[in-house]
Structure formats: structure tokens, C-alpha cells
């Protein structure tokens, strides 16, 4: 998507660690314009899919899961993070390990809101490890739902998050990040 890739070029900053910042517009000021182009171009790439959810994980996917979900017109769920060690039968629950804080959480989603019947389309801002989507896409297949993909805004492309959720559903990526260099802050994209 090359408005998407135009901006990060503008306003992406290649931080050590291989983190990409986009406070500027995505993570913590946040361009809803912007988003609202990100959410018509997923729909098109699910064109047909019958999505009646979107599923994403507090909090950084929240904001563009409910742009998108109103240009789907479905209704978006958002799984919590939470330490808590009691956690009551009345949901569906996953570990995963965070790429930016490098703990790990318990996720989860109240059975109220998943389950057989719904045809899920998951949303997050970056794809790295994988381990985020993962663990929705496991809190997905527990509910007895169905998976139907995954869309992201910015992959890392040289992480093995996408190649691995490749194999496993349909997803598409609006940025594919091949290489970024901290000390010039360069960024090149997969075309
Ligand atoms: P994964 O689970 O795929 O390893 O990492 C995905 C999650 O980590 C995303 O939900 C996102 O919040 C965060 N994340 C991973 N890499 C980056 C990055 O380079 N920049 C930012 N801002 N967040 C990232």
C-alpha cells in the first residue's frame, strides 16, 4: 500500500532492537484518515470472505481494528492482556510472549463474544515473531470459529512471524519492512 509506505518513510524512526516507531501516526498520536484507508484496502484484499468479526489484542491493534470494523460493519473484539493467575472458566485463554516488553501474557476473550459461526478476520498493527497472532489464532480455534486470515499493517519482513502465519492462513501485510538500519534509518520495503 504505498500511502501506508510513503508515510512510514516520512514518519518512521528505526529504533536499536530492530523496533520500527510510528507514534506519529499509528502506535500513539494516531492519523484516523490514515487508518480509514488501511481498513478499504483490507476489505478489499477479504473481498468475499464473509467476516462477521475482527479479533485483535489490546492495546496497540484497538485503534485500526475499529476503523476497519466499521468499514466491515462487524462487530471487533479486542483480547486482554492480563497477569491475572485465577482466570475464570468463562473464557477462552493463551500465553503470549510480547516482542516489545519480552514478558509473557496470559490473553483473553470471554466466550460471550467468540464462538462457533463466526468467520474471523484478525488485525494487528506489526507482525514480528508471530507470537501476538498466534496466540489469537489459538483463542480463535478453541471457540470452535473460523479463522479466515490475518491482516497487518507493517510486517517485518525479516522476522519469521509471515512466514510462518503464511502456512497456517490468509495474510496480508499492507507494509512489508525487508530491512532497516539503525544508524541511517533507511527502510526498504519488499515490492
Ligand atoms: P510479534 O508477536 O509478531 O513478535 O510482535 C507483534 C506485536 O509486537 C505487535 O502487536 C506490536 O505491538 C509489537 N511490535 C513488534 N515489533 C514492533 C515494532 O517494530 N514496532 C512497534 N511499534 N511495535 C512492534
Given at each position: 500500500m504505498e500511502l501506508?509506505?510513503?508515510?512510514?518513510?516520512?514518519?518512521?524512526v528505526v529504533k536499536e532492537g530492530n523496533v520500527l516507531k510510528v507514534d506519529r501516526?499509528?502506535?500513539h498520536q494516531m492519523d484516523v484518515k490514515l487508518f480509514r484507508e488501511i481498513g478499504k484496502e483490507l476489505k478489499k484484499r477479504f473481498e468475499g470472505e464473509n467476516i462477521n468479526k475482527?479479533?485483535?489484542?489490546?492495546?496497540?491493534?484497538?485503534?485500526?481494528?475499529?476503523?476497519?470494523?466499521?468499514?466491515?460493519d462487524v462487530p471487533v473484539v479486542f483480547a486482554k492482556k492480563t497477569q491475572t493467575k485465577?482466570?475464570?472458566?468463562?473464557?477462552?485463554?493463551?500465553?503470549v510472549e510480547?516482542?516489545?516488553?519480552?514478558?509473557?501474557?496470559?490473553?483473553?476473550?470471554?466466550?460471550e463474544f467468540l464462538g462457533e459461526g463466526d468467520r474471523v478476520l484478525l488485525i494487528d498493527d506489526f507482525l514480528a515473531n508471530g507470537k501476538a497472532l498466534e496466540g489469537l489464532a489459538k483463542l480463535v480455534k478453541d471457540s470452535g470459529a473460523e479463522l479466515v486470515g490475518?491482516?497487518?499493517?507493517?510486517?517485518?519482513?525479516f522476522q519469521p512471524g509471515g512466514d510462518f502465519l503464511r502456512k497456517q492462513t490468509h495474510?496480508?501485510?499492507?507494509?512489508?519492512?525487508d530491512s532497516m538500519d539503525e544508524k541511517t534509518g533507511e527502510i526498504t520495503f519488499r515490492e
Amino acid at each position: 500500500m504505498e500511502l501506508l509506505k510513503e508515510r512510514i518513510r516520512k514518519d518512521g524512526v528505526v529504533k536499536e532492537g530492530n523496533v520500527l516507531k510510528v507514534d506519529r501516526f499509528l502506535n500513539h498520536q494516531m492519523d484516523v484518515k490514515l487508518f480509514r484507508e488501511i481498513g478499504k484496502e483490507l476489505k478489499k484484499r477479504f473481498e468475499g470472505e464473509n467476516i462477521n468479526k475482527i479479533l485483535t489484542i489490546e492495546a496497540s491493534g484497538i485503534g485500526i481494528a475499529c476503523i476497519a470494523a466499521e468499514i466491515f460493519d462487524v462487530p471487533v473484539v479486542f483480547a486482554k492482556k492480563t497477569q491475572t493467575k485465577n482466570i475464570a472458566g468463562d473464557v477462552y485463554t493463551t500465553k503470549v510472549e510480547s516482542y516489545t516488553h519480552g514478558r509473557v501474557y496470559d490473553i483473553i476473550v470471554s466466550k460471550e463474544f467468540l464462538g462457533e459461526g463466526d468467520r474471523v478476520l484478525l488485525i494487528d498493527d506489526f507482525l514480528a515473531n508471530g507470537k501476538a497472532l498466534e496466540g489469537l489464532a489459538k483463542l480463535v480455534k478453541d471457540s470452535g470459529a473460523e479463522l479466515v486470515g490475518a491482516g497487518v499493517v507493517i510486517e517485518k519482513g525479516f522476522q519469521p512471524g509471515g512466514d510462518f502465519l503464511r502456512k497456517q492462513t490468509h495474510l496480508e501485510s499492507l507494509a512489508i519492512v525487508d530491512s532497516m538500519d539503525e544508524k541511517t534509518g533507511e527502510i526498504t520495503f519488499r515490492e
